[in-house]
């Protein structure tokens, strides 16, 4: 079995009834979208996406520092 990295999972077959009420429902939480009972993706918030992103180029940068 793989490991969920989200409280929130629907199929994906909920999902695709009505994406809009899943955004909804989920707030600012991320929502695992499960197929077979597998996750197929997960769905964030852009405000989220926007701060993993930051934080992966942090790391890029913190690590192109500490090669040099």
Same mark, same amino acid.
């Given at each position: 079995? +793989? ?10 077959? +909920?999902?695709?009834? =009505? ?10 939480? *991320? ?5 077979? =009972?597998? *996750?197929?993706?997960?769905?964030? +918030? ?7 992103? +930051? ?14």
């Amino acid at each position: 079995m +793989e490991t969920v990295f989200s409280d929130l999972a629907v199929s994906i077959s +909920e999902f695709k009834k =009505n994406p809009a009420e899943t955004l909804r429902k989920a707030g600012a939480r *991320p929502v695992a979208v499960l197929s077979h =009972n597998k *996750p197929a993706f997960y769905m964030v +918030e852009a405000k989220l996406f926007a701060l993993m992103l +930051e934080n992966l180029a942090d790391l890029d940068l913190a690590d192109s520092l500490l090669s040099e």
